[in-house]
């Protein structure tokens, strides 16, 4: 054991210093373009791509000793892919972890925008699959590329159109298209649309790390985020009719859980930290018990 | 047709492929409302001008000017690739041969011809929608069809699905690739009936591109002759057919078969 000790040791947060640099140059230029994707040399990771490769190597290029870091997977602190990527920058940056958002000062996140509102001075990090919002309607990368350098941004209303034309009303609950700062188009990645109203001029920066496409790409805090949409169709989030089981809140976003083979279900919030919160703090929902 | 300053004026155009000659040195120019049909066998270059001076296709020798809006003839290539582009989606329409090149075969008829709409700002659903419906009861398509997809429609109704798509923002110079190929005689003739009527009515300016000699002679009302990338023959459609000077076109005009 010790003779080794010294030589095969991973540098502080896993990747290199010169592709931590790599990175920051990107998400440098990513925070100066809001809503740009900037290429990058997206690193082989020891994770599967669809994984979170984006992210980590986000996470991994801006995280210091002194960060506390809180990951999510759909909201929740305690699901594979977020406990095992919580316990990879435990190991190779020795970094303190949390599941409060408000005590993270680096938040990696799949598919949710946490409840609680977020500060100045956070950064909020998405794993993003597909980060081209065009990508399913242009199948052409020069193409798609060359729409965002004309902004030529007709075909997303496109899409849209045919929500309506088929269901009625918009029908993409989710990575639904946003305009940023009033020029780029952007694929929010996979939340909610319950969650787009969140990035508006949030004081956290937030950032976007696709590894497999290798693509960086930024909100700066405070920048204008707006979900498209149509003068007669405008947008609306998703409502539920029911509170959380647990926690009894009217106003987060809800997972489905089954309890039985019977049609047995309840509704509780995907966020675990904030409904844990609430419990403590005293509420208690319809199925929930006292804390 | 007798306005008294050109909407395209075409120099000396021409482009090579490596050593071959796509099309030499063409010259013309296009009034506004009129038609110009560019008729010759295949490979004798009448895409590859109609590409070129659409500017889909870079030019290597010539001059494609356009008069815009306001009265200003430009050149394409001194404009921008925005403004280009804008131009080929407001003032302009291209109607490809297969229509499946020129629509999105998996989005409804109601989303392809309400997209240029979309493209230049349109941004209420509801007027959208009206404006496709009223542009499928112009082309003849039964306006039930107008959350179909194109996949689902014929190869008629596709083509005037297309040119729906392409008129819906009253373009001024539209460019035809062989409008009518590859359908039956039936549906060619109702296709042709509905553009001649459309052209008249909207007062567009049309560059045909057919091998059909009989297309050509319904719908234009000035030809040009190809061959080899040359332009060996113009003049108005009817003098060139009834009477053809070059032994290429008395030998293209002897070729329509007489049934």
Not at chain 2, 22 to 33: A, H, I, K, T
Not at chain 2, 34 to 42: D, F, M, P, R, Y
């Amino acid at each position: 054991m010790s003779a080794i000790e010294g030589i095969a040791r991973t540098n502080f947060a896993y990747l290199d210093e010169q592709t931590k640099r790599m990175i920051r140059r990107a998400i440098l230029k990513a925070i100066a373009i809001p809503g740009y994707q900037v290429p990058f040399a997206s690193r082989e990771m020891p994770m599967p791509y669809g994984w979170g490769t984006g992210g980590v190597q986000v996470t991994a290029a801006i995280i210091g000793p002194e960060d506390r870091l809180k990951v999510i997977d759909q909201g929740a602190d305690d699901t594979t892919n977020a406990v095992s990527i919580r316990a990879f920058f435990e190991k190779v940056a020795n970094v303190a972890v949390t599941t409060h958002t408000r005590d993270a000062t680096i938040i990696q996140t799949r598919h949710r925008i946490p409840e609680a509102p977020l500060s100045e001075g956070q950064v909020l990090v998405y794993q993003v699959p597909i980060p081209e919002p065009l990508r399913f309607l242009e199948p052409r990368e020069t193409e798609t590329r060359m729409m965002h350098a004309l902004e030529e941004y007709g075909l997303m209303h496109v899409k849209l159109y045919e929500d309506i034309a088929r269901n009625g009303h918009i029908a993409t609950t989710y990575a639904y298209p946003v305009q940023v700062a009033g020029r780029y188009v952007m694929d929010p990645s996979p939340i909610p649309k319950f969650d787009n109203p969140k990035m508006d001029r949030s004081p956290a920066l937030q950032l976007f790390g696709a590894g497999r496409e290798k693509r960086i790409y930024a909100v700066p805090p405070f920048t204008e985020v707006k979900s498209l949409d149509f003068e007669d169709h405008p947008f609306t989030i998703q409502r539920f009719d029911k509170p959380c089981a647990l926690c009894g809140s009217t106003h987060s976003y809800l997972d489905e859980v089954v309890l039985d083979d019977r049609g047995g279900r309840m509704f509780v919030c995907s966020d675990t930290d904030f409904c844990e919160e609430r419990r403590e703090a005293g509420h208690v929902g319809p199925l929930g018990v006292p804390a | 047709m007798t306005a008294e300053q050109p909407l395209l004026k075409v120099s000396n155009l021409s482009r090579f492929y490596g050593g071959r000659i796509g099309c030499l040195d063409v010259s013309f120019d296009l009034w506004p409302g009129e038609v110009l049909a560019i008729v010759g066998e295949s490979g004798s270059g009448k895409t590859t001008l109609l590409n070129c001076v659409s500017s889909r296709l870079q030019a290597q020798a010539g001059r494609v000017e356009y008069r815009m809006r306001d009265g200003r003839l430009r050149a394409l290539s001194d404009m921008g690739e925005a403004e280009r582009r804008f131009l080929m989606r407001t003032d302009w329409g291209f109607v490809h041969q297969n229509p499946a090149d020129g629509l999105r075969m998996t989005v409804s008829a109601g989303a392809n011809v309400g997209e240029r709409l979309m493209a230049v700002g349109a941004r209420h659903y509801g007027h959208i929608r009206e404006t496709a419906v009223d542009w499928l009861q112009r082309v003849e398509i039964n306006t039930d069809r107008v959350d179909d997809p194109p996949r689902a429609f014929s190869g008629g109704m596709r083509q005037r699905l297309q040119i729906a798509r392409n008129l819906v923002t009253a373009p001024r110079l539209v460019f035809m690739d062989e409008p009518t190929g590859g359908l039956d005689v039936s549906v060619q003739a109702r296709l042709l009936d509905l553009l001649r009527g459309l052209v008249s009515d909207l007062g567009l300016a049309v560059i045909l591109v057919t091998h059909d000699l009989a297309v050509a002679r319904l719908l234009s009302h000035r030809m040009m002759v190809m061959k080899d990338g040359r332009v060996i023959e113009a003049g108005l459609t009817d003098r060139v057919l009834d009477d053809p000077r070059e032994p290429y076109t008395q030998l293209l005009v002897s070729s329509i078969l007489q049934v």
